[in-house]
Nanobody, 126 residues
Framework: QVQLVESGGGSVQAGGSLRLSCAAS????????MGWFRQAPGKERVGVAT????????YYADSVKGRFTISRDNAMNTVFLQMNSLKPEDTAIYYC???????????????????WGQGTQVTVSS
């Protein structure tokens, strides 16, 4: 059974930083495209960043480019999202996602996502 468990969310002031973690079990993150999505209140869930199976291709949404960094620790089977220079508009629930090439229903940056974590809240105050 695939489990993705996010942690690291919280409340920060604008300009601050947070590091989100996504620990996977029942799934090997090094062999798949992994991503982060977010959903702000009253809005649809949108993709934030992805890292390809080999790690050679990394993609960021324009809204976070230059501020967020996605990375992966294969030994820990964990994916990270370092978020710097946070803005109030970054406030959202952040979800970790793993590729499901057969049944995934969410496409982002060429990856088909079908496994999701429970989400972690990030709140940025001005």
């Amino acid at each position: 059974q695939v489990q993705l468990v996010e942690s690291g969310g919280g409340s920060v002031q604008a300009g601050g930083s947070l590091r989100l973690s996504c620990a996977a079990s029942g799934y090997t993150v090094s062999t798949a495209c992994m991503g982060w999505f977010r959903q702000a209140p009253g809005k649809e869930r949108v993709g934030v960043a992805t890292i390809s199976r080999g790690g050679g291709n990394i993609y960021y949404a324009d809204s976070v480019k230059g501020r967020f960094t996605i990375s992966r620790d294969n030994a820990m089977n964990t994916v990270f999202l370092q978020m710097n220079s946070l803005k109030p508009e970054d406030t959202a629930i952040y979800y970790c996602a793993a590729e499901d090439r057969t049944y995934g229903r969410s496409w982002f940056s060429g990856c088909r996502f079908g496994y999701w974590g429970q989400g972690t809240q990030v709140t940025v105050s001005s």
